[in-house]
Every structure is written in C-alpha cells, then in structure tokens.
C-alpha cells in the first residue's frame, strides 16, 4: 500500500474516532507526564520555525485585540496618528509603567494578556514606539501636547 493512501486511512479512522483518542492521549500524558514533556520538547527543536511562526501569530492576535480595546476601530497613535501596527505600543498613562512590568512579567506578551484578563482596565492608551520612547525620557512629544 502506498504511503499516501495510509496516511489518508489513518486520518479517516482519527476523525472518525477523533473523542476516544484525545481522551486516550491525555489518560497516556497524565500518567507519562515527564516523557510527554520530552516528546514536545524534542518536536519544538525539531520544527523551530514553525513554531516560531505559531508564536508570532498569536503574538501579533493578542496585540490587535488590545490595540483595538483602546483604540476602537481606528488603530493608531494618538499623538502623531501612525497605523502600522508593528510601530504601535501600550503605553501606562501613569509613571507606573517599569513597576507594573516587573510584577507582570517584562514580555509585551505578558501585558497583552494581563489586559485581557482584566477587562483592558483604564489608564493605558496607544501610542508609536516613537511617541512612546519620546514621551518615556523627556516627558513631552514633539508631536502634541501629549505629556507624562
């Protein structure tokens, strides 16, 4: 039989069968717990750039889902108005910023997640890296009257 039909047969069967197999493997992780982790440890060094990939996609998801609590549907900086997402940033709106990170975790990822988890609670805002860095060590942008 060749490669390809198996393959395809083995699928048909695991969706047929899809409840009791995931119900078989995590019985199997549960009970081999350190060799399951080893087994995904082995496959993200094998498939890197997948996951890498995986990672920057729901990186790039939860920060559009921030953005877009603060921002509405109008994604951009409030101070010069730039919308290219990669370019945008959460800022705190108080000097609490450096405090808030070390209790949270100094990932972006990290604060993305804690703002969803609370509801994207108020005193945060949108702006540039630029805007943001500017505003971070002079305390004013050069754009607006936008201060610290």
Do not use: F
Request: aromatic share 8%; with cysteine.
């Amino acid at each position: 039989m060749d490669i390809e039909k198996r393959r395809k047969q083995k699928l048909k069967w695991y969706y047929k069968n899809k409840e009791q197999e995931v119900k078989r493997s995590r019985e199997w992780r549960k009970k081999n717990i350190e060799q399951a982790r080893e087994n995904q440890r082995n496959w993200s060094e094998k498939n890197r750039l997948h996951v890498r990939e995986r990672d920057n996609k729901y990186l790039a998801k939860i920060k559009h889902q921030a953005l877009e609590a603060y921002c509405g549907d109008d994604i951009s900086c409030i101070c010069c108005g730039e919308k290219y997402e990669i370019m945008l940033s959460i800022d705190h709106i108080g000097k609490d910023g450096a405090e808030h990170r070390r209790k949270i975790g100094s990932k972006s990822k990290q604060l993305y997640l804690w703002l969803r988890k609370n509801n994207y609670p108020l005193g945060y805002r949108v702006l540039c890296i630029n805007c943001n860095v500017t505003l971070g060590t002079t305390g004013s942008c050069p754009h607006s009257d936008l201060t610290q």
